[in-house]
């Protein structure tokens, strides 16, 4: 029985992971119509920032990530201005889909050339250990993932829903032109979207990076799972994105205890894939935006 | 038929029509100029080997890489469905072959045509469901099928060799002849690759290849002009299927391993970076593509390390900017050059 509340609360430390990356995702595609595979490059590129960061300069792991998230937040807006808003404006999303896993390579190539090809960890925040409850060794580490999805999760519903710029994004997700018509800067929106999910790409990298390894190749797998989550959530649905990324993680952990890590994530995806085509929308999403 | 706006190739011809002819008229016989260039192609390919032996090796995998990325060119390409999934039928083709000659000492040959069949059987069955899905949902669909690939081959390990791959595997015979080295290799891949080239050319210029363009311009135009568009978008995704197969097959045959590297989620996305950087709807565009993603890598030991990156910043370049790709490209700006 312990056995398995361990792998349940290891399955949802990494469903945490992928539930930021794909929120950050689905909110970018709510707002762009982007999917932003590169999502997955960020995660792990600022993690090694925060790792590199934090063995240059000394300081404590919970500020280096304070510093990483802010530097990320700002480099998202300008690589949507750099790479990505002249893209949607020529592209179509199938070419947009092949801008962003050009930037996904990109970025494992700047990885591979900077930090090499070991993998790296980092000092967990404090307080640090681990705590036995219920026969499960927690990782205080934990505490601080879940809370970051809290966080997150929790920020973006009251931005979205509480406040008057979250209206005017809700609007500029619904219809585009309309809200442009009503004096609406979209393209303001937009770098806001991708601030948002720079800062969570980041938040990501530097919480789980105490507790795993990274390296230039993790940047596809976190990229894959976070699409999956996000798109059998639904794609444009915040539940949808968080609940697909537990789930992921989930699924992968139990059938990794009892058949091998890799056939486990065949089950997993194979699950996916029927759920999508079962109910091609996702878990949240709408029927119409799938088939035609 | 003539009243639907159909892009590429088609809408090229029917709204260039006067312009076109005057083009072939000053050039002679048009009906000549398609054989006599590929003629030309073949005979350079063919003198290759002796030009530049050094290099032979890296033109065997660009021949393989070539037949996977034409394949896919009439899938993406041609009736506009997105495939990110195409190492699972260099799997099949790969692992099967490999796998039936060397633990039943199949014929290499009929292993090849064997697992060719078992792969258009698999595409026809995943086909029929998976391309219901549109746009991003099929992508993921398809990337998870190449997810899956990479789990099984290092994941059933009894069967596959695990991570380490399937070693061991015999070379290709033909008859008495044992095709080892590399130049044996490139040969036997210029003969399939100029099939596989000949058969693309034939459908993209036959009512094949006009319905499948329907089918990419817009599904349902197409359906209700009684084009069973179902139908079309499996059969293109069973071809792409078998020509992915037959070269994974003579990959294996030739590097006389696989592993689960060799058929990776990067492969999968090394092969639609292929066709969107070399240009879609052509058969030097796919070409063009293996050579640059498969040669940066050779220019030398320095830049090898900086190959991911500097392929990634293309990718982003060629698709913001030229939506053609390089061969596109360069043909629109000798058209425009041609015709002041």
Redesign the interface.
């Given at each position: 029985m312990t056995g398995t509340l361990q792998i349940v609360v290891s399955g949802l430390v990494d469903g945490c992971v992928y539930a930021l990356i794909a929120l950050g995702m689905t909110l970018v595609y709510s707002i762009s119509r982007v999917i932003n595979l590169a999502q997955g490059g960020f995660v792990v590129l600022a993690a090694l920032t925060a790792v590199s960061l934090q063995q240059h300069t000394g300081w404590a792991p919970l500020a280096v990530a304070a510093i990483v998230v802010v530097m990320f937040a700002a480099g998202l807006a300008v690589v949507d201005r750099i790479v990505v808003l002249p893209g949607a404006r020529r592209a179509t999303p199938d070419r947009m889909l092949l801008v962003t896993v050009g930037l996904l390579q990109a970025i494992g190539g700047f990885l591979l050339l900077v930090w090499g090809n070991l993998p790296y960890t980092m000092r967990p925040f404090p307080p640090g250990g681990t705590a036995v409850a219920a026969g499960v060794r927690i990782n205080s580490q934990y505490i601080w993932i879940v809370g970051v999805l809290a966080l997150s999760v929790a920020t973006v519903w009251v931005l979205l829903h509480r406040t008057r710029l979250g209206l005017v994004m809700r609007a500029t997700a619904g219809n585009p032109q309309a809200a442009e018509l009503l004096g609406v800067d979209t393209d303001r929106i937009r770098l806001i979207a991708f601030s948002l999910s720079g800062a969570m790409a980041a938040l990501a990298g530097t919480t789980v990076i105490p507790v795993t390894f990274l390296q230039f190749s993790t940047v596809t797998p976190y990229a894959v799972a976070g699409f999956i989550a996000a798109v059998a959530g639904g794609l444009g649905s915040k539940a949808g994105a968080v609940v697909g990324g537990l789930v992921l993680g989930l699924l992968q952990a139990v059938f990794s205890r009892y058949i091998s890590s890799q056939l486990a994530e065949v089950v997993a995806i194979g699950a996916l894939i029927a759920l999508l085509l079962l109910r091609p929308s996702g878990m949240f999403g709408k029927v119409s935006e799938v088939r035609r | 038929m003539s009243t639907v706006r159909v892009p590429g190739r088609g809408a090229d011809q029917s709204v260039r029509g006067g312009a076109g002819a005057v083009h072939r008229a000053a050039h002679g016989p048009g009906r000549l100029r398609g054989p006599v260039a590929a003629l030309a192609a073949i005979a350079v390919a063919a003198v290759l080997p002796f030009v530049v032996p050094g290099w032979v090796g890296l033109l065997v995998v660009v021949g393989v890489f070539f037949l996977v990325v034409l394949g896919l060119d009439l899938l993406t390409g041609l009736s506009?469905q997105?495939s990110l999934g195409q190492t699972l039928f260099m799997a099949l083709g790969g692992y099967g072959a490999g796998l039936l000659t060397l633990r039943l000492h199949w014929p290499t040959a009929l292993a090849t045509v064997v697992m060719a069949l078992v792969s258009a059987l698999v595409a026809a069955g995943l086909g029929t469901?998976?391309l219901?899905?549109?746009?991003?949902?099929l992508?993921?669909?398809t990337?998870?099928l190449a997810?899956?690939t990479e789990?099984?081959a290092?994941?059933?390990g009894d069967l596959t060799g695990g991570p380490s791959g399937l070693v061991a595997v015999p070379s290709l015979q033909l008859g008495g002849w044992t095709v080892f080295s590399d130049r044996a290799n490139y040969y036997v891949l210029l003969v399939v690759c100029a099939a596989g080239a000949w058969f693309v050319a034939g459908i993209q210029r036959g009512g094949t290849g006009r319905a499948l363009s329907a089918v990419a311009a817009d599904?349902?135009a197409a359906a209700m002009l009684g084009i069973d568009t179902a139908r079309y978008k499996t059969r293109a995704f069973v071809a792409s299927a078998v020509f992915a197969s037959v070269a994974g097959s003579l990959y294996t045959f030739y590097l006389r391993f696989i592993s689960p590297d060799v058929i990776g989620?990067?492969v999968a996305?090394s092969v639609?970076?292929m066709l969107?950087l070399g240009g879609s709807r052509t058969l030097v565009g796919p070409l063009l593509g293996a050579l640059v993603l498969q040669g940066l890598p050779q220019a030398g030991q320095t830049f090898s390390?900086?190959?991911?990156?500097?392929?990634?910043?293309?990718?982003?370049v060629v698709?913001?900017?030229f939506?053609r790709g390089l061969w596109g490209t360069a043909k629109a700006l000798a058209r425009r050059r041609s015709t002041p």
């Open positions: - | 506009g997105v469901t998976l219901r899905l549109r746009g991003y949902y992508a993921l669909a990337l998870g997810v899956i789990s099984l290092s994941g059933l599904t349902p989620v990067t996305f639609v970076i969107a390390r900086w190959e991911p990156l500097v392929a990634g910043i293309v990718l982003i698709m913001t900017y939506p």
